[in-house]
C-alpha cells in the first residue's frame, strides 16, 4: 500500500517540484541575462549593498578594521548583513566544505538559492532610513572575509564569490549595488599570503593566480559604474588626499560616510618591519619573515602579476 501510494503521489511532486522551479526561473527573468555585459541601472542615495572584491592578501583585514568602526556607531553608519552572508557562502569547517550561492558545494541548487536571494535583497531594499550593507569581512564567522579564494575548503580554487552573478540578483532586486576592489602588487600578495599561511605553500601561488583570472572575467562582464577601485599600498594618501577621500565617500555611500571614512582610514599604520612590504599595514606590530631571494617566487609573481594587471587596467578605465 505504501508503494501504490507512492506511485500515485509521484506526478503530484514532480508537477508541484517543476511548477516552483518555473516560478523561480521567472523570478529571475532568465531571459534579461542573455545580454551578458550587465548595465548599472539602479542608484540610490538612500540604501546600498557593498562587497569587498580582491585576492587573498589584498587587505581584506584592514577592510574589516574600517568597517567595523563604522558598524559600532550608533545608529550604525555601516551594516554587516550575516544573514545575507550567509546565504552566498558559509563554510563547514569538519567537512571544509563552503556552502551556499557562491561555494562549490551547491552548484546543483544555484538557480533555486538565487530566487530566494533575491527576495531577500528585496527587503532590504524596502528597509527605511539610509543604509550601508555590506557582506563578508567576517574574519572569525563561518563566512569569512569573501576574498578569493574564500576559506581553505576542499574546492578551494572553486569556493570564492561572483561578483557578476550577485549584480544580477542586486540588479532585478532594485538595490544599488556596489564593489570595492582591491589592488595589490603581486610580490606584496604572496608575501601577505605566506606570511598569515592561508594554505599550503606549493599550492596557494597556483590559486592566486587562478582567481585572479575568475575576478578578471567577473569585472570584464559589468558595467564600470559598478565597482571603485582602492590599491592597498594607498589607503594612507586617500585620508590625506581630499580628491579621493571624496571619491570614495561618494562611492560607498554620501550621507553615511561623510562623517567617520577619515575616522575608519585612521587604523591603517605605517609599516616599521620591512621596507619591502607596502608602505602601511593594519598592524605594525607584526613580525614579517625575511625570506632568501626566490627566482621561484619571482616567476610566480609574474604570472600573477600578468592577470593583475589586467584588473588595474580596468580600473584605471573611465566609468
Known sequence: KMLQLLLFLLPVIFVFAATNLSQVEADMDMESM??????????????RLLIIAGLEGTGHHAMDAMFDICSRQRPPLCE????????????????????????????????????GIKSYIQGLRDKPGDHLFYVGLEANYRNGMFSYPNFNGIFKTLDHPD???????????????????????SKAILKSVDRRDFGRANEEPKILIDNAAVLLTQL???????????????????????????????????KQMNSILDQMLK???????????????????????N??????QDYLAFQLQARTSLIDNLCKSTY
Open 34 to 47: 542573455k545580454d551578458f555585459k550587465l548595465k548599472k541601472t539602479i542608484f540610490s542615495n538612500q540604501t
Open 80 to 115: 554587516p548583513e550575516k544573514i545575507l552572508s550567509s546565504k552566498l557562502m558559509v563554510y563547514d569547517p569538519p567537512k571544509r566544505l563552503v556552502h551556499g550561492l557562491f561555494g562549490a558545494a551547491d552548484t546543483a541548487e544555484s538557480l533555486r538559492m538565487a530566487g
Open 163 to 185: 561578483i557578476y552573478q550577485l549584480g544580477l540578483l542586486a540588479e532585478q532586486a532594485g538595490i544599488d549595488y556596489r564593489i570595492l576592489v582591491m589592488q595589490r602588487n
Open 220 to 254: 570584464t562582464l559589468l558595467d564600470r559604474r559598478f565597482y571603485h577601485c582602492i590599491n592597498y599600498e594607498d589607503l594612507a594618501k586617500i585620508r590625506t588626499t581630499p580628491q579621493l577621500k571624496q571619491a570614495l565617500v561618494n562611492f560607498l555611500h554620501p
Open 267 to 289: 587604523v591603517i599604520k605605517p609599516s616599521k618591519n620591512d621596507p619591502d612590504e607596502p608602505k602601511f599595514i593594519l598592524n605594525d606590530s607584526i613580525v614579517i619573515r
Open 291 to 296: 625570506a632568501k631571494h626566490d627566482s621561484n
